[in-house]
């Protein structure tokens, strides 16, 4: 780990990085040292008299180097975990401020970085939610995910998203999100994308018998593969789903009916 430099006054409280970009991209001892230097930068602008742990050699001054962009530091892994090591709660201001920059791909590390914060981190992560990227927003649920957090009517919201990209995204998480994210997903079964809603059947099945009120709903789907994965479903929720099974068999869907007749007559014991 980094020793904690101290505060020098008048230096720059941008990163930077040894001059050179090919010895940056190319060296990985130099990489070290642009780990350094933009941690320390990032408390302020400081420097540290102790060597560089694995070259053992001395530090390079803040003039030994020049400043570059703040997503140096996040497509950086390792200079990634340093800083959040280093800075811990303090990190969030600098990454907060990476959301706003141009590249999604900086936007979408900075989201990353955050979710490593936890609780101090989760204002970012949700502002993230409406980028005007889709793959940012997607970047957002996902780290929510990691977080372990589960904030069903944000993730609601996101089901309204006009990108269905993030709307999967919304039903993959609301489906970790224990039985409070039901109303929600019920709702998907009727999402304009078949994608979504083939993902929200196949989601309500892991709730089990709890699910069978909004697997019923599907079997009123006017897609016909929604209603034919709905039965299915149902089907492997044994005896309490055998009235939904039953109500299948009178649909007005000749192969709906058909199928749930023959469902019924395979899962339903035989009466001696």
Do not use: W
């Not at 006054?9 to 190319?26: H, I, L, N």
């Not at 996040?74 to 090591?85: D, K, N, R, V």
């Not at 224990?178 to 009727?190: H, K, M, W």
């Not at 039953?246 to 649909?251: G, K």
Request: hydrophobic share 45%; proline share 8%; glycine share 4%.
């Amino acid at each position: 780990m980094f020793a904690m430099p101290r505060p020098l006054e008048g230096v720059s409280v941008f990163p930077k990085v040894p001059r050179g970009t090919a010895d940056y991209e190319e060296d990985d001892e130099v990489r070290v040292v642009a780990v350094f230097i933009v941690v320390a930068n990032l408390l302020a602008g400081c420097r540290s008299d102790d060597p560089n742990p694995r070259t053992k050699q001395p530090m390079p001054q803040p003039s030994d180097a020049v400043s570059v962009p703040l997503e140096v530091l996040l497509t950086e892994p390792e200079a990634t975990s340093a800083m959040i090591e280093e800075l811990g709660p303090r990190a969030v201001v600098p990454l907060t401020r990476a959301l706003y920059h141009e590249d999604p791909e900086v936007r979408i590390a900075a989201v990353d970085a955050l979710a490593e914060l936890g609780s101090k981190g989760r204002p970012g992560v949700e502002l993230a939610l409406e980028d005007e990227v889709p793959e940012v927003r997607c970047a957002g649920i996902e780290a929510l995910l990691r977080m372990g957090l589960h904030p069903v009517e944000r993730l609601r919201e996101c089901l309204r998203d006009d990108e269905p990209s993030v709307r999967l995204a919304a039903v993959a998480a609301l489906a970790q999100s224990g039985v409070s994210a039901l109303p929600a997903l019920r709702e998907a079964i009727c999402d304009s994308d078949a994608e979504v809603r083939l993902k929200t059947v196949v989601a309500l099945e892991d709730f089990g018998p709890v699910a069978i009120p909004a697997l019923e709903d599907a079997l009123e789907s006017d897609d016909r593969d929604v209603r034919m994965v709905a039965l299915d479903a149902l089907a492997r929720m044994g005896p309490l789903a055998h009235r939904s099974i039953e109500l299948a068999m009178q649909s007005r869907d000749r192969e709906l009916a058909v199928r749930a007749a023959t469902t019924l007559k395979r899962v339903r014991p035989r009466v001696l």
